[in-house]
């Protein structure tokens, strides 16, 4: 119960604003003592009371990577969503810098665009002094302009990946954003009207040695000077980073249209080819369907003048026939014409089965003998001579 959102808490860029964090950090925070102890029960006025009582940020740092409670009560405002007059409050607030450190690092995660440009870019003329807690537990000394530069410029911010926001001179572009103005302008400009007075009244034509003398001359203003060069240095580099990841991005994207032009190319000769292979194939066996059908034709053709000739040679035979058949054919006796006698047809068969019962020997006068024989030509051997 605890740990869960406050029920009329609004969803942030579409889901739960505790989401925002990583879900191991998260879990690190629901573990730490500092959470259960210190931040049960907070609304946002006692919020207040216990961000008066940080001395440092940071966000996880050990062995074990324990959230910093600068940490913890940036996951507290998340679950309790406070108002958004009541984060202005924090970060108006000149007296108490972690209370404002605290209600810019807030801002910065929920907040849009225009708000987070709007209330944190003022940040960049408050030059007082913070502690960091590094990831190795030891403490580094940095300054709140720092940290409002590194949430404006950077993707990460004490461990917490930072939500992505358009580029100032985007919304330039778009009206929603009026131009920067630093707060060292009018300073600058008197110093450039001091400047272009003492010119005139001097005659000095040296500007070089005139520009070091006029800001050098306050270790304040170089102190300014040096910041709001190293700002504009961020911004370059930024502005140049923004410029080669859309030169990559062109770049690559020429890259994509070449290998799309390059495998349609393929795709074509590939179609063709199998496009020539088939015309080929289909050439190929319609010679070979030629072939055949000749083949075939030639093959009946041969067939028809054989049965041709074999019909002429025929028709010859049978116009020679009579003739030959009459000069070959053999003169039949009249004995063979009318056939021979039923006695003596049956004379020699009655003589060869005298002869087969004789040569047998199974009709011997001996029964003995004759069953011998009998069982002799069963065998295949030959009968008793007796």
């Known amino acids: 119960m605890a740990n869960r959102t406050d029920p009329s808490a609004k969803n942030i860029r579409g889901t739960n604003p505790q989401n925002l964090i990583e879900k191991i950090v998260r879990t690190k925070i629901y573990n730490n003592t500092y959470w259960k102890e210190q931040c049960f029960g907070l609304t946002a006025e006692t919020l207040v009371d216990k961000a008066m009582e940080l001395d440092h940020i940071g966000g996880t740092f ?6 910093t409670p600068f940490m913890c009560l940036v996951m507290k405002m998340l679950q309790i969503q406070p108002e958004k007059e009541i984060v202005i409050e924090f970060i108006k607030n000149d007296d108490y810098k972690y209370v404002r450190v605290l209600g810019a690092f807030y801002l910065r995660i929920t907040g849009s665009d225009t708000d987070v440009y709007q209330y944190l870019e003022p940040l960049y003329n408050d030059y007082r002094k913070l502690r960091s807690k590094l990831a190795d537990g030891r403490f580094s000394l940095t300054h709140v302009d720092e940290l409002i530069d590194d949430l404006l410029t950077k993707d990460y911010s004490c461990d917490i990946a930072m939500p992505r926001i358009k580029k100032r001179w985007t919304l330039e572009s778009l009206g929603l954003l ?3 103005k630093s707060a060292l302008e009018e300073d600058f400009e008197e110093e450039e009207e001091e400047k272009e007075e003492n010119d005139q009244l001097n005659g000095m034509d040296d500007e070089g040695h005139d520009k070091e003398y006029y800001r050098g001359r306050s270790p304040e203003r170089e102190r300014d000077r040096d910041r709001r060069r190293d700002r504009d240095r961020y911004r370059d580099r930024d502005y140049d980073r923004e410029y080669d990841r859309d030169r990559d991005y062109d770049r690559e994207r020429g890259r994509g249209r070449e290998r799309d032009r390059n495998r349609e190319r393929d795709r074509d000769r590939d179609r063709y080819r199998l496009r020539d292979e088939k015309d080929y194939g289909r050439d190929r066996d319609r010679e070979w369907d030629g072939r055949e059908r000749e083949r075939r034709d ?3 053709g041969r067939r ?3 049965s041709r000739s074999r019909s002429r040679s025929r028709e010859h035979k049978d116009r020679d026939g009579g003739d030959h058949r009459k000069r070959h054919a053999r003169s039949i006796s009249p004995r063979r014409r009318d056939g021979p006698d039923d006695g003596t047809r049956e004379e020699p068969r009655k003589k060869k089965e005298k002869k087969e019962k004789k040569a047998d020997g199974t009709d011997h006068p001996d ?10 030509a069963s065998l295949g051997l030959k009968p008793l001579n007796v």
């Open 62 to 67: 050990g062995g074990n990577r324990k959230p």
């Open 304 to 306: 028809r003048s054989h």
């Open 298 to 300: 030639r093959d009946r």
């Open 178 to 180: 009026e131009p920067r």
């Open 367 to 376: 029964p003995e003998i004759a069953e011998a024989n009998r069982l002799r």
